[in-house]
């Protein structure tokens, strides 16, 4: 199967018959494009265009020209989408900003290569020189510094619980020694449904691990580290889970899917 052609690459070619309203000979394209193609290469991608009707060729052998249809010999070689007109039109940019962005929208085959200046690099020294002026260094910092540093505690912890909790859950009972998968731990999370053939107790150990993160995030600007806090935990933690030592008979456990935590309650068989 032939390797597609880049389609910038065909547009490149197209730009530089733009520029001969005469006609643009094959060495004259060739001489144009700045990465060296082999004739033989570059036939076939001419070939290519005339089949598309993006080029139209004219003379034989030697004399052979290429040139835009008529229909497109008015129109710019490759007009800019709406979208990027758009994003022109709401973006302000620098003189020498807009010079680099017209510059970087050109196809790469019709840039001029540029290489590394080692002297550039080498007279940089970290933390004693810069490649940026310290207005610009500032104005950096500003825009990416985080925006909830003075919010209360747990304010971004609430905004990606949504997203974690399920991982951070799994992830805790595991280290335990908790053999749930991930999307077992999901499954009993989203929808209390079990995984066939565990422990029970390694659904409560789960459940109870995620109470205890929603108690860490839900109550963090009124608890700290101190006793009030590790009870807590601990209680959270130890829910139910010592059944099995208790129980003078086979016990079934069921979970309760609620908005905020779950319960356990226990069954007899």
């Known amino acids: 199967m032939p390797r597609p052609i880049p389609a910038e ?4 070619i ?9 006609g643009a000979g094959l060495q004259d394209i060739a001489a144009a494009l700045p990465d060296g193609t082999p004739v033989r290469t570059l036939q076939y ?10 080029l139209v060729r004219e003379g034989e052998r030697r004399w052979t020209r290429y040139r835009l249809p008529p229909a497109a010999r008015e129109a710019p070689a490759s007009p800019a989408p709406v979208a990027e007109g758009e994003e022109e039109a709401v973006t302000p940019l620098s003189a020498a900003g807009e010079e680099i962005h017209a510059y970087l929208r050109k196809p790469p085959a019709v840039r001029r290569p540029a290489g590394y200046i080692r002297a550039f690099l080498d007279c940089y020294r970290p933390n004693e020189s810069f490649y ?9 910092a500003k825009i990416g510094k985080p925006a909830f540093e003075a919010q209360p505690a747990g304010t971004y912890a609430r905004q990606i619980l949504g997203r974690l909790l399920i991982d951070l859950s ?4 595991r280290l335990e020694g908790n053999t749930y998968s991930l999307l ?17 107790l390694e659904a409560q150990m789960i459940l109870n691990h995620k ?8 109550t963090a600007e009124e608890i700290g580290f101190n006793r009030y806090t590790i009870l807590n935990l601990h209680a959270i933690l130890h829910r139910c889970a010592a059944w099995h030592l208790y129980a003078s008979r086979p016990r079934r456990l069921r979970t309760e899917p609620r908005r905020s935590s779950q319960r356990c309650v226990h069954l007899g068989l």
Do not use: K, M
């Not at 940026?132 to 950096?140: F, G, P, V």
């Open 211 to 218: 109470d205890a993160i929603e108690f860490l995030v839900g």
């Open 45 to 54: 991608r001419l070939q290519r265009l005339v089949e598309e009707g993006q």
């Open 132 to 140: 940026l002026c310290a207005e610009d260094r500032a104005h950096l």
């Open 9 to 12: 690459e065909l547009t490149a």
């Open 14 to 22: 197209v730009e530089i018959v733009h520029r001969y309203p005469d």
């Open 170 to 173: 799994w992830n805790s009972s």
């Open 184 to 200: 077992d731990t999901r499954r009993l999370i989203e929808f209390g449904e079990e995984a066939e053939g565990r422990d029970r």
